[in-house]
Antibody
Framework: QVQMVESGGGVVQPGRSLRLSCAAS????????VHWVRQTPGKGLEWVAV????????YYAGSVKGRFTISRDDSKNTLYLQMNSLRADDTAVYFC???????????WGQGTLVTVSS | DIQMTQSPSTLSASVGDRVTITCRAS??????LAWYQQKPGKAPKLLIY???SLQSGVPSRFSGSGSGTEFTLTISSLQPDDFATYFC?????????FGQGTKLEIK
């Protein structure tokens, strides 16, 4: 069955970096676009970034552009999110989301919590 | 960015009721709209895509309609498992945006 398992979350100080990973299984990872979406109690669901199936197209939300980098390693069936210059308002649960190359998410991971605090 | 506004924010209903949730876009998104269900501590689950297409495995009591800027999610006869929070999402253009959610509570 389709599984997407995020890891790498934790507590980090403002200005520091963190890298999230998402291990995918149960489907042919290289044929799907994949997103990162985050959720906070106050701001709800916020789309963060997407990478195309072939890895050549990447888009970012304005709030993270220039600080976050999405990437994928199809040999490891893994999606990454490198997060630099973290701020308190980046605190959220981060989900990786499979996209059947259409723009919506048909499978979501369970999420990993990132807390940015001094 | 395209803004998505859901109403109501909270909805109280009983098992067996027919309920409708509305999602409005700040500009036309054609039919590029998805609906998700989320339960506490869980990941969102896709219900509807392209405004009215039912995701495989989702019960037929869920239906979606609309195009342009106004969309609805209807649950024809509420079941106990349906009490959750529902979100809409536009995917007409980057960056994708979500509605703020509708919490469906037991009356």
């Amino acid at each position: 069955q389709v599984q997407m398992v995020e890891s790498g979350g934790g507590v980090v100080q403002p200005g520091r970096s963190l890298r999230l990973s998402c291990a995918a299984s149960g489907f042919t990872f290289r044929t799907y676009a994949v997103h990162w979406v985050r959720q906070t109690p106050g701001k709800g669901l916020e789309w963060v970034a997407v990478i195309s199936a072939d890895g050549t197209i990447k888009y970012y939300a304005g709030s993270v552009k220039g600080r976050f980098t999405i990437s994928r390693d199809d040999s490891k069936n893994t999606l990454y999110l490198q997060m630099n210059s973290l701020r308190a308002d980046d605190t959220a649960v981060y989900f990786c989301v499979r996209d059947p190359n259409s723009g919506y998410g048909d499978y979501w991971g369970q999420g990993t919590l990132v807390t940015v605090s001094s | 960015d395209i803004q998505m506004t859901q109403s109501p924010s909270t909805l109280s209903a009983s098992v067996g009721d027919r309920v409708t949730i509305t999602c409005r876009a700040s500009q036309s998104i054609n039919s590029w709209l998805a609906w998700y269900q989320q339960k506490p501590g869980k990941a969102p689950k896709l219900l509807i895509y392209k405004a009215s297409s039912l995701q495989s495995g989702v019960p037929s009591r869920f239906s979606g309609s609309g195009s342009g800027t106004e969309f609805t999610l209807t649950i024809s006869s509420l079941q106990p498992d349906d009490f959750a929070t529902y979100f809409c999402q536009q995917y007409n253009s980057y960056s994708y945006t979500f509605g703020q959610g509708t919490k469906l509570e037991i009356k």
